[in-house]
């Protein structure tokens, strides 16, 4: 690292978990982050500012003013650009010592089987049901880990899914055929913070996913309620008629 990355990522350095070797990893990684809204804004915000060496923002959708309650990467000047491009300029105004990608289009399987297999990590901020699942069967089948998370009125949940691990659950062994009916934040509301602090943790997940420390959510779903203020945890097993998991076995 050079002087000034030494100096940038210092708080991080001081960390004994991650040290130097920690964040030449950070530096090294490459991210995929799918959706830049209400998630992928504090995730891509916080990435890029921990240096993750290049990130890669896909996302098809523009700035709306309904957004900027919650979708911090994004500014009133900016109503009407592409979210990617949006937070590609957010983000390298924090920190202009990465690579920003932006795909602002909707990806094809084929398109997503080339371009994760060359990411350390994804992050699937997205907001409905067939782009989980195709990203989750992308990342299982070339073992790419995933951090999956959800937000909804005042209630959010994180997983993470580690196919480069062995029996490591996937989201499709919690999310069968038939679930695919899902209530919208247009529909039912969402309050800013609550999609916040989820984006939040998914950064720390992936974090500490791309390091090598502490202990990951894989085989776990952490909830949270907003309302109340609690955190709730479900262990998670891989299931055995998972259609994921096992037709890639």
Not at 56 to 76: G, K, M, Y
Not at 112 to 137: E, G, H, M, Y
């Amino acid at each position: 690292m050079n002087d000034e990355q030494i100096d940038r990522y210092s708080r991080h350095l001081s960390l004994p978990a991650v040290g130097e070797a920690g964040q030449q990893k950070l530096l090294s990684a490459h991210v995929l982050v799918v959706g830049l809204g209400g998630l992928g804004s504090p995730s891509a915000l916080y990435l890029a500012a921990a240096g993750v060496g290049k990130l890669t923002f896909a996302d098809f959708d523009t700035v709306e003013v309904s957004n900027l309650q919650r979708q911090v990467a994004h500014t009133t000047n900016r109503v009407g650009e592409l979210k990617t491009h949006s937070a590609r300029q957010t983000c390298l105004d924090i920190n202009p010592d990465i690579v920003i990608e932006v795909i602002d289009y909707a990806l094809e399987k084929e398109e997503l089987d080339a371009l994760i297999p060359t990411c350390s990590a994804v992050l699937d901020c997205s907001d409905n049901f067939p782009t989980r699942f195709a990203v989750n069967a992308c990342c299982v089948k070339h073992k790419v880990p995933l951090i999956s998370g959800a937000a909804i009125r005042f209630d959010g949940q994180v997983m993470v899914v580690r196919p480069d691990k062995p029996d490591s659950p996937c989201y499709r062994c919690l999310y069968k055929d038939g679930d695919e009916t899902a209530e919208t934040c247009a529909q039912t509301g969402i309050l800013g913070p609550v999609v916040g602090l989820i984006g939040c943790i998914q950064a720390l997940e992936a974090i500490k996913v791309l390091c090598d420390i502490g202990d990951d959510l894989s085989g776990r779903l952490l909830l949270f309620d907003g309302l109340g203020l609690e955190f709730n945890e479900i262990q998670l097993k891989q299931s055995s008629d998972c259609p994921v998991c096992f037709a890639q076995q």
